[in-house]
């Protein structure tokens, strides 16, 4: 089903629930995946997961369909992300390099995480990415999602997108330089 198919089943006397299982069936790992590239732990991306469609369950009966349901899905998502690195950040009084730092440690432990060697590394230089650049180049690079999908659920022009997008890969590419 389409998200319009979707949101007219939502909307039918008593499929509220069954649609809304539709919903999440359909967007769930797109979305854990969105969210564990951010956090590294599959712990706190099943926590913001579910966070992330309790908002969503809320929020529906007023959605408005000015965008889709996917972008806002992922809007919602990204600032449960935002909210809870700012939070950890904050409470474990860490800079923003200690707090990657963390990350990557969490990334290394984690039983979840089977990448090689060279998908390591990676994930430890998009982790020590401010957290713009880091939501940028996961959605682009990872998700193949277009700079204007990105501009909706971020709320931000294509051109400064394609900006952070492009100091990112740079970043990372630097990174993986120091490797070698």
Known sequence: ??????????????????????????????????????????????????????????????????????TWLYRIATNEVLTFLKRKQVRSFLSLTDYSKKLENVLESDTYFNGDAAQTALHKAILKLPEKQRIVFNMRYFEELKYEEISEILGTSVGALKASYHHAAQKIQDSLQELL
């Open 1 to 70: 089903m389409d998200d319009k198919d979707l949101l007219d089943l939502y909307r039918e006397e008593g499929k509220g629930n069954y649609a809304f299982n539709l919903i999440v069936g359909k967007y769930s790992e797109r979305l854990y995946w969105h969210i564990r590239k951010m956090v590294a732990s599959h712990d706190d991306a099943n926590d913001l997961l579910q966070n992330t469609f309790v908002k969503a369950w809320k929020a529906l009966p007023d959605f408005r369909e000015e965008s889709k349901l996917f």
